[in-house]
């Protein structure tokens, strides 16, 4: 089937493909963005909370667990704020529709609290509340996925915890990822065929399966979480993800113990040139503990220079490979209908 670009075309009845094909074009427009308004840079950033859930929420977990930081950033994916959130936190409020309600109470107690507001949306009550009060606002184009407009939500929170002296500017080294992305995004295209394509290769080793993603903390970890979104949402697949080294101290003795034909896991390891050299020790033993369990074992590793390079590579893994396997099902990646049933009766 996934030799077909026929077949594959047919399979994704609402064009997921369209927009992961489109991913480096993404990176290249989300560079241009502007940033609606000033921000205050007066004094040192000394807290940033990152509020948002779902596919918006990702763009935070990913940059706090993958990138030296200056100062605390902490990802809220929940109603209420941290009770030492003050007036000298900044937050910034990442929703791609602008409505998300957890995200939107979070917005309501910062500025209660006086805390300064930053806002990244592509429009909805976000926005609305961001014009009203002049807080700076980024605004992105609509018509997306959330989990398809990661890049659209993700670069510009580097850009804004750059401006704040949180982390490092990246725009060089994101510049620089693209042609790597580029010719990634055309090794996992529909018209490459199976036998020189791992974007294809995972999804037919997961199809069906229970997928579970164990990257390494401070640079794989979050994408680990990334993997699992897409394969929740894309493929309709349950899938577990974790970290390295707390993996080693709790899931590792399940697996371990767990009968081979008992269940149908599929394990994933995910892998950094940055990562600690006593991890690449734990996933070693890690395999040779737990490959029989799981008949065999999958890794890969981030490619690229930088470090938006190597987990871009990851993410574009993730994406095309979450697309092939709801394909090789039968289910159509886009639709996500518990999710929108469940908001529908939550909006009543």
Known sequence: MLDSVEKIADGDKGKMLS???????????????????????????????????????????????????????????????????????????????????????????????????????SGGKLKELASKNNWPLVLIPTGFQPRAALMYLFIPLLQVLSKLGVIEAQEAEIVKSLPLLKKLRDEYAPACPVRGNQAKQLA?????????????????????????????????????????????????????????????FALIILRDEADNERIKKRIEITKSLLSQQFGGISEFASQGKSRFARLASLILLADFASVYAAIIQGVDPTAIEAITRLKREMSR
């Open 19 to 121: 927009a992961v094909l489109q991913t480096p074009e993404m990176i290249e427009t989300a560079l241009r963005f502007p940033l609606i308004g000033s921000l205050d840079q007066g004094d040192k950033t000394k807290l940033v909370v990152i509020a948002g859930m779902g596919g918006s929420g990702i763009s935070g977990e990913i940059l706090a667990d993958a990138f030296p930081l200056a100062c605390p950033v902490i990802v809220a994916k929940k109603y209420s704020l941290p009770d030492y959130v003050t007036e000298e936190t900044k937050v910034v409020a990442v929703s791609y529709s602008g409505e998300t309600e957890e995200t939107l109470s979070v917005v309501r107690q910062a500025e209660a609290r006086g805390a300064k507001i930053i806002c990244v949306t």
């Open 204 to 264: 037919k080793k997961v199809a069906g399966r229970i997928p579970v993603i164990i990257g390494s903390s401070g640079t794989t970890g979050a994408i680990a979480t990334r993997f699992k979104n897409q394969f929740n949402e894309n493929s309709k697949l349950p899938a577990c993800a974790s970290v390295f080294p707390e993996v080693s101290h709790n899931e590792t003795a399940s697996y371990f113990a767990m009968p081979r034909d008992k269940y149908n």
